[in-house]
């Protein structure tokens, strides 16, 4: 198995779980949060989504899906077009609100299928490629990658974990 391979099924793991955590939401629930510093689903799969829009269109040279594909004005949030949700307030956290999961799950999607398409294209050299020298040491895009992935799966596991306080509580 190469190494390409081995991140298309990580990545594609996060597809998964995304949908799991939101599909079949309302729009109370995809927006409860728990506490009033806490997140919400919807900020939960935003931000992992944004994150990764961000970081792979940025490695491999590429328009994020959130621009080029109107998903900024489909989500209306009053926040900056390029925010991704890294260090948000409070109040920045309540900014993000969603009417259903299709907008989080069609947002993530469009994602999903832009970064394959990257990944599809990768040669084991690529990911010793220099993508971020802001770093010390500067940062590879295999390296990116995986931190990408790792971010992910953390946020859709809190995203999961949200899910499943709101329907034991519902029961």
């Known amino acids: 198995m190469h190494a390409k ?5 990580g990545y594609s793991r996060i597809q998964e779980e995304v949908h799991a955590a939101v599909e079949g939401l309302g729009p109370d629930d995809l927006n409860h949060r728990p506490g009033p510093d806490a997140n919400s689903l919807a900020w939960l799969v935003w931000h992992l989504t944004r994150v990764q829009d961000d970081h792979v269109a940025g490695a491999f040279g590429l328009d994020q899906v959130w621009l080029t594909q109107d998903w900024e004005k489909r989500f209306g949030l009053d926040l900056k077009p390029r925010d991704i949700g890294y260090g948000h307030t409070s109040a920045q956290v309540a900014k993000v609100r969603v009417d259903s999961a299709d907008l989080l799950t069609g947002y993530y999607d469009a994602v999903h299928t832009q970064s394959l398409e990257a990944l599809r294209g990768l040669s084991a050299g690529d990911l010793e490629r220099v993508v971020d ?10 390296v990116r990658l995986v931190s990408v992935l790792s971010d992910d ?3 859709v596991g809190q995203a999961a974990y949200l899910r499943g306080l709101l329907q034991s509580a519902a029961s």
């Open 5 to 9: 391979d081995i991140l298309i099924d």
């Open 133 to 142: 020298e802001n770093w010390d040491p500067p940062v590879t895009l295999g």
């Open 153 to 155: 799966l953390q946020h």
